[in-house]
């Protein structure tokens, strides 16, 4: 296929759902009844959802048939084998522990290790991964390199962890380090991949401060196929081959299934510490479930189980890199900023840079947000200072980027609906001097973005 330039879906549709056209006075009402929040707005009147890829995407043909397959049982029922079998055989670690997302796996590993006076160093924390550290009373740090986090810089694997600064942070302070994290991919810095020789050099700096090392794997099927596209010494590799490598440099990990699970529900935290194991087994049981399906149906656990099969297929991932980039180049080629490389799940808008009139205080990338919304009905999210401003003290302050995620839904849109994206962007950019900042009005105490109310500045 790669002499031709058409990017053709592995798969065909096999059912519709409908998609409200709405119009601007439409949209302008949403705003307003949603406080200029898109996380409030109803999703009928949402005409390209690209708030997130989490949950969001298109269950195939087999995962429905696997569905069918699920045996409700308390405990012990065939499909949390069948769960236990997919994980294993991509993440071999010896306890894996189901939840019924990516958030409560965090909930319960970071309520277990965390707690005052505490650091828990990661390449970049996302929002929940943040929250849940810093609830729990510890310190999140970022120890992204420098690279990741200037959206216009180029460098293959942006969402690497700055080695050195980890080794500072561990000489300083290791007492207080009781696990170290690496995301892949890095959402909050673009989507950016993280190199297998990275992983390597982090092993061996853990190893030095006998300190575990965890992965935040929730898109690691596109992290792998960079490592195969990008790294020197990859090409060729097949990808469950290369996805194990990065297990095998690892502890343990958290993971939401939403993403590249390619289910609409479920998660897991998994180790080989026995006794860390048991705790968060004890966690588990006081607020999921039992341990054999925490929280999840059957039926869920069957639909993870085919979608870790399927995320790894090499005609997939081609699709899904591909036609991302689809949307990076488009926009790019239009002359407006947006976080190079392009990353696996998503394009980023690089709003500070678009709308340099609008102060990182008055939330350009909301700005920005709104702007697609109500001109399009495309809806996107803010990852800048609405979600990453504020610190635990309350201090209000400027995040290292502000930036517009458009999070592509897997096997969700055709090109006719990016196109479409395209167009709504461009039409924005070439108007955005005209856009004005946000401030707000309400917001509650953690993880605000989710909440948050606004108005618009005079």
């Not at 039926?299 to 699709?319: K, N, P, T």
């Not at 008055?362 to 990453?388: D, H, K, N, S, W």
Request: with cysteine; charged share 20%; hydrophobic share 40%.
């Amino acid at each position: 296929m790669d002499r031709w330039q058409t990017i053709v879906e592995p798969f065909r549709i096999h059912s519709v759902e409908p998609i409200h056209l709405s119009t601007v006075a439409e949209r302008d009402r949403a705003l307003r009844a949603a406080g200029w929040n898109l996380f409030n707005l109803h999703a009928r009147d949402v005409l390209i959802d690209l708030l997130t890829d989490s949950g969001t995407g298109a269950m195939s043909r087999d995962q429905w048939a696997a569905i069918q397959h699920g045996d409700e049982s308390y405990a012990g029922s065939p499909s949390w084998y069948a769960f236990l079998e997919s994980v294993q055989a991509l993440f071999p670690f010896r306890h894996v522990i189901p939840t019924h997302q990516g958030r409560a796996a965090e909930k319960i590993l970071f309520s277990t290790i965390g707690g005052p006076g505490r650091v828990i160093p990661n390449n970049t924390h996302f929002d929940t991964t943040r929250a849940n550290v810093e609830f729990s009373g510890a310190e999140a740090v970022d120890l992204v390199i420098p690279e990741g986090r200037v959206p216009s810089a180029l460098h293959p694997f942006k969402g690497n962890l700055d080695v050195a600064a980890l080794e500072r942070l561990l000489a300083a302070r290791g007492d207080d380090v009781p696990v170290v994290f690496v995301t892949i991919t890095n959402n909050f810095g673009g989507g950016q991949p993280v190199s297998l020789g990275n992983l390597h050099a982090v092993r061996a700096v853990c190893d030095r401060y006998a300190k575990p090392l965890f992965l935040d794997a929730c898109r690691f099927a596109e992290n792998a196929w960079f490592i195969r596209e990008r790294e020197p010494g990859q090409s060729g590799r097949p990808i469950p081959e290369i996805v194990r490598e990065i297990a095998s440099l690892a502890d343990g990990m958290t993971m939401s299934a939403k993403k590249d699970g390619l289910a609409n529900i479920g998660g897991w935290p998994a180790m080989n510490d026995d006794v860390l194991a048991e705790q968060c087994r004890n966690i588990l049981i006081l607020t999921e479930g039992f341990v054999t399906y925490g929280g999840l149906a059957g039926r869920d656990l069957e639909a993870i189980a085919q979608g870790l099969r399927e995320v790894v297929d090499e005609d997939y991932l081609r699709y899904r890199i591909r036609s991302t980039a689809y949307l990076g180049e488009a926009l790019d080629a239009a002359g407006i900023p947006v976080v190079k490389p392009f990353g696996g799940h998503a394009i980023y808008l690089d709003a500070r840079a678009l709308l340099p009139h609008v102060p990182p205080l008055a939330y350009p990338g909301q700005a920005l947000a709104v702007a697609l919304y109500r001109e399009g009905g495309i809806r996107g999210c803010e990852i800048g200072t609405v979600m990453f401003g504020r610190r635990p003290d309350g201090r209000e302050e400027p995040a290292a980027m502000d930036l517009v995620r458009l999070a592509i839904p897997r096997r969700t849109y055709t090109q006719s609906h990016i196109d479409y994206v395209i167009e709504v962007v461009r039409w924005v950019a070439e108007r955005a001097g005209e856009l004005r900042g946000l401030r707000i009005v309400q917001q509650p105490a953690v993880l605000r973005h989710f909440g948050a109310r606004f108005e618009p500045l005079p």
